[in-house]
C-alpha cells in the first residue's frame, strides 16, 4: 500500500503533514527555510510540493513512526548534506 501524505498550510512558511503508512501514522510540523529555497533547481518552486517531497524523501530512508515532530529543512539540509537539496531538485524537476 502507498504511504498518504497530506500537507496542510499553517502560515508564515510552515505546514502540517501526516503521513500514514498502513496502521502507522505521524505528524510533524515543517518550516520551509530560505536557505534551502536558494539552491539551485529549488528556487520559486511550490512550497507545499516542497514540503511533500522532503516528506518522501525522509519515509524512503527512515520508518514513518521516526519522523520527528517538527523538521526545519535548514537542518535538514546540513544533517544529508547536498543529497537533501539535490534529490529534492530531482523530483521537483519530475512533474
Do not use: C, K, S
Given at each position: ?35 534551502v ?16 517531497e ?18 526545519d ?12 537539496p539535490?534529490?529534492l ?7
Amino acid at each position: 500500500m502507498a504511504v498518504d501524505i497530506r500537507v496542510e498550510p499553517l502560515g508564515d512558511r510552515e505546514y502540517l503533514v501526516r503521513v500514514e503508512d498502513g496502521p502507522v501514522g505521524a505528524e510533524t510540523r515543517i518550516r520551509v527555510t530560505d536557505g534551502v529555497l536558494e539552491r539551485p533547481g529549488l528556487a520559486g518552486g511550490d512550497e507545499r510540493r516542497i514540503v511533500h517531497e522532503t516528506v518522501a524523501f525522509l519515509i524512503e530512508r527512515q520508518p514513518v513512526i521516526d519522523i520527528p515532530p517538527m523538521i526545519d529543512l535548514d537542518d535538514l539540509a546540513d544533517a544529508y548534506g547536498d543529497a537533501f537539496p539535490e534529490e529534492l531538485a530531482r523530483r521537483l524537476a519530475r512533474a
